[in-house]
């Protein structure tokens, strides 16, 4: 299967689903992440311009720990914005050209702004792919459909109760990995803050395991809407 | 009464909420139907030129059987947005030509982008239309408050949970006879994939049918908000 | 039309469908009043078995205000219970005596146990009633059917979100006077806590008319079960 | 696998997932049907009686078709409880007995009470039947664990939201044969009433295929209860 | 604490909270009042130009009468919208300014469209003003965090399901007061239309000091997002 | 202020809010802990009279370290029912005793029967109990109301959406001791089945902690209905 995975910041799908990422790539699976904005307002000391070639070494880097290719919108953090002009024009032509069995985002309710418009602009796109008179640069695969789309978990659970789980217990140390890989992040709220977010991330995936008796899971909701329904589950 | 019908594509209100127009117009009701985007990527061959306006000439033909005006906002699809310029101003002149007593519209989720937006920017016009000082080509009539909205059916009825029902029993034909007009979507669907649409809208009303006691109906959702809730049913 | 409301003690009807029953009685429909509960410990100092006497006689005067019919299912304060031998049964007679063309009962969740059980015997006991090999006292009437069911208001109209409203302009004194009916509830509430009972009645009257534009209106919730769902409205 | 059934009535589970059922038989698990009630009063003519046994014959002539086993709870119609004396322990029994992998019964909200005692006793059953000191008839099997539970669509889909689709193509005319086993109940219906319910099982069944793409399909939605979830699918 | 309210039109905050923010003040918080429309077309025979400067002293008045701060983003009626140039940065500037410990304003489902964006572009601004690289105006002071959000209740209470309520029986007539202060509204609906606005007001604090056993009270839901939630009562 | 902690077997309430009584402890409130089912049948190897008995010591030790008063219904494990006769009228005498100032229990909905007809029964009786006419062994004092209620979260936290948080940073090292006491439920878990339920315990309060802020939480709903609402946090 073609994965694409779609999420707002270079971190968060390894934060939200990158043990279930890490599975399907261990299956044989090709996997794309793909980060909308790329991060350069997410430090208080290291500018924008310095931080954003900084953190899109640092998702390459991740990625490669699974093999999946990585790309990046490269929108300014706050900036995102679900528009036909910018956004979802150019998340058709990724989709066009990964041609994906699965899709991967963000929930529709999420902490903050820049995810909840990568959402959305992933669910506009995702059937604008598939119509031949849209046109963009990469044209219209045959057969193209809209694809299945399932909702990765919220930051901290928060107002999430998934409906799907993986079992990531295989990939869990994987998955710490491809966060750590986002040293910048990581290593900035440990000496300053004193948070210790990879403790996070394998506090929340152990929380959604012991939900449905895995040592480690992730937790997802399918998006329900025509034609996406399937009658065969697409999670690893 | 004063029926007002928007929504997407020239053939959306066939597909939502037929019957139940050709049973109000059956009953002496002045329908008017409003089609948001002119259709024109709706196939797969023709072009978006041509398209256009052969689904124009099907929108009016349909409209014809039932004695309803009909009026396309003519935006191209997968462009419609519920924005203040273009689409909210032009939907608030037809509610103040119209005067609408009811509106029916797409629920505010549905299956693709451009019905949502559609959704939304009735509920917005609709409001913005009794506002006197809300300056457009046409000046609100005395009187005019924000009208009542139905919400018809998504598209195959996905996560919809309709509250209210309309026997269409006996305009389940016409219905029919109204989704066959838009000849250019009908076949090209029979012909090359094989899908007979026809069937596909018999069986949601058929559904439908079953849950309210009718051979045939149509479900429907009321839009709640203020000063729009009533004390008495206007649906047909 | 036959309207059948239920609810548990002697004044629950009068607070929450008052009004809407006068609105049927006036406009010549049979409604009757059943009240599951005696009422008779709904009171610091009147001992029960004089209290059940009381609120008896006050249900009926209550009732005769609109020309209902008042039933009491006789059960004590506090013992009611939705099982076969004892209360669905009971009102299995009823049902097939009524022969109702529409139920109104408490929603199935409000403030207080009894309320709960009396909204799922109703459930129950409605459909139960129909069946012609489930022998009462009662035979089953020809072509009795389960009746759609309203749900009224639940007290102070917590967690209830109406779907439907009926202006009760024109039957706000009656109702008022309904409940001034139960002069042991309303005095003593008056009288020894200070609490102007008719005025809490009123004001959730006035403020469920505020939401549907009425000057005084009763909020319901139609029960969403086959074979009750209808085509028509059948509140007032 | 184990598959385990559980309904109401003898031909519920032909109803809502006669379709699934025949599917996991054809693909070689084992299937078992329990239903709770002898539905000896679902006749106006033929007493509860005689309809008692025509109705047992009926059961094992439709679950004969995918060579399932059969079992009656024998509850008398409108009688059904959930208590531990008397269903909750036979359910325990048969749990113990069947092991199984996996439980679909009828969802907690339905449109008569018979099926949601059933729906309740069925989640009871399933964890006490793991407790060693819970003792009845049959010991608890070596690492009997809670089976994840899948609910079934409710009749004529009220108020129902799959969450997960079965392709029932290639099983959709078995499951109208196992429907139409149920000879006493077609029959009846047909001939007096007028109703085809064969059509209206094919229209249901085709209706949530259009949501889900296939040409026909059952809908679910699982339990959601600790330890019952899964990071696997058990559906066919 | 810094309490920062922010609400559409200059008598909003007065409708759904005035109470609260008025005890707010009395108990020696600093209040500051926000409106982001200048309410220019919130009259019918007064002009937009007028209007506005009318409404701006009356909003002044209003605040005055507890002491808070009254800001006015002066964007005109019905061209309210959640967007990055000018609404968000401009409340960014606000929340660095005032520094709020808690937040109040309407929730993301309103009666009307201008409501529902200033919801959301509070919700987007309150994180934004957090972020040092988000570059506006006004420079992020220390510490600054994402502030807790309380929604206040809908206009008459519609599809509003309050979880906290805070108890304005002691400001009850300096919440009437200030909503008297908006006299081109209030005078404006008692002389033209017959409506009693003061009445309105009273009638749904009344209602919902009903619900929660205090003579007048107002109702509110927290915004249930990372990192806003607290483990203490924000709200006074 | 009195606290009553009610829920099923003798170590739920640790598990569920055993922190939050902790607290309340060290702030001087008086709590007391019931469970409702003496967890006879909760072992494999240990028969249920036995254990009944070493069970309710557990339960004794573990309140001792908080200094809370603990009390047994002593119904045996899963013939918890919540009806008049033995469960509710048991349950009016304690409240009658404690007169609460808030009630925790569990949710409606839960993992298991037990648990959920605890939750009801807790409901019910803390109506009855203010009911002078409902005569028990114990009379009832003088202006006792229905108490506010508080959900706890489910086991693993599965279908729970906290509205409000408590802190437990503090306490959550009592708790783990609290959990510890019942030993013969964590040392055979962990013995025979390799599951370490102190560390279940531990990650779903820090779960819960990173939601709201917090090194450890407890989440909780409250129940919503009149007259139980408040307007001041009872939590601590």
């Not at 799908?13 to 990158?18: F, K, R, S, T, Y």
């Not at 041609?99 to 959305?120: A, C, G, L, N, R």
């Not at 449905?212 to 937790?219: D, H, L, P, Q, V």
């Amino acid at each position: 299967m073609n994965v694409l995975a779609i999420a707002c910041h270079p971190d968060d799908l390894e934060i939200g689903c990158g043990g279930t990422l890490a599975k399907y790539a261990s299956l044989g699976h090709n996997v794309t992440m793909v980060h909308v904005a790329n991060g350069n307002k997410g430090h208080k000391v290291i500018g924008p311009e310095e931080l954003r070639l900084i953190r899109a070494g640092e998702a390459q880097r991740s990625g490669a720990l699974i093999g999946a290719k990585v790309i990046s919108m490269d929108v300014d953090d706050l900036l995102v914005k679900s528009d036909q002009d910018t956004l979802i024009t150019k998340l058709v032509d990724v989709i066009r050209t990964v041609q994906p069995d699965v899709i991967i985002t963000h929930p529709p309710e999420d902490y903050m702004k820049d995810h909840m418009e990568v959402s959305k602009a992933v669910f506009d796109a995702s059937f604008a792919a598939t119509v031949p008179h849209y046109v963009t640069e990469v044209a219209v695969p045959d057969g193209l459909k809209p694809s299945p789309i399932y909702y990765m978990d919220t930051l901290a659970g928060v107002g999430f109760l998934p409906t799907e789980y993986v079992d990531i217990t295989d990939t869990i140390e994987t998955k710490i990995a491809m966060n750590a890989a986002h040293e910048s992040q990581i290593k900035w709220l440990y000496e300053h803050d004193g948070i210790d977010f990879l403790d996070f991330v394998r506090t929340v995936s152990k929380f959604r395991g012991l939900q449905c008796g895995a040592a480690y899971a992730e937790g997802f909701v399918q998006c329900k809407a025509w034609p996406r329904l399937t009658t065969t589950r697409l999670l690893p």
